[in-house]
T-cell receptor
Framework: DAKTTQPTSMDCAEGRAANLPCNHSTISGNEYVYWYRQIHSQGPQYIIHGLKNNETNEMASLIITEDRKSSTLILPHATLRDTAVYYCIVRVAENRDDKIIFGKGTRLHILP | DAGVIQSPRHEVTEMGQEVTLRCKPISGHDYLFWYRQTMMRGLELLIYFNNNVPIDDSGMPEDRFSAKMPNASFSTLKIQPSEPRDSAVYFC??????????????FGPGTRLTVL
């Protein structure tokens, strides 16, 4: 049970902003939202994470709604190298150790 | 930093043979994870270690699978005997000591296993 819902696939034109939505309506108050991506034939790569405030780094921005039931990952200027599967993950806390549970993700195609 | 190192990158073996996958985590990382990825089941966590001690092996599919971490810089995942349904890409990942769920995992390039 990945606890998140994402569209199966999306297309975005090169140079445009790619906005990837994620629903996590059952998120708990102490759970973070993480985004990873997996480019073909490579291991998953960390992108960004947040708790309730919007976050930005050199790769992307993360917008979390006020009720924290959904979020959007924004790639501001998508390039062909951003074609990948993007995973939205809510951390599951058990005792002192957390596990990352990957769902199906969104397959993002950047179109030339 | 070389990142997480896995070997071999590709392994082709015959059913019934023993397979050993190897992983060297990033130096200084306290956690090590083994994942398996297939088209049907996606990315699954098999087992993870904290300071070389197995914490949760509930994802290990059956007794044919075993994992060890004899020291902080090396881990193995062994399948004995291997079966065709074990064919998958096996990823190793590592992360620093956890603090308020803010750590991130760094993945290796994976080992593509094919069991004939």
């Amino acid at each position: 049970d990945a606890k998140t819902t994402q569209p199966t696939s999306m297309d975005c034109a090169e140079g445009r902003a790619a906005n990837l939505p994620c629903n996590h309506s059952t998120i708990s108050g102490n759970e973070y939202v993480y985004w990873y991506r997996q480019i073909h034939s490579q291991g998953p790569q960390y992108i960004i994470h947040g708790l309730k405030n919007n976050e930005t780094n050199e790769m992307a921005s993360l917008i979390i709604t006020e009720d924290r039931k959904s979020s959007t990952l924004i790639l501001p200027h998508a390039t062909l190298r951003d074609t990948a599967v993007y995973y939205c993950i809510v951390r599951v806390a058990e005792n002192r150790d957390d596990k990352i549970i990957f769902g199906k993700g969104t397959r993002l195609h950047i179109l030339p | 930093d070389a990142g997480v190192i896995q070997s071999p990158r590709h392994e082709v073996t015959e059913m019934g043979q023993e397979v050993t996958l190897r992983c060297k985590p990033i130096s200084g990382h306290d956690y090590l994870f083994w994942y398996r990825q297939t088209m049907m089941r996606g990315l699954e966590l098999l087992i993870y270690f904290n300071n070389n001690v197995p914490i949760d092996d509930s994802g290990m599919p059956e007794d044919r699978f075993s994992a060890k971490m004899p020291n902080a810089s090396f881990s193995t995942l062994k399948i004995q005997p291997s079966e065709p349904r074990d064919s998958a890409v096996y990823f190793c990942a590592s992360s620093k000591k956890r603090a308020l769920s803010t750590d991130t995992q760094y993945f290796g390039p994976g080992t593509r296993l094919t069991v004939l």
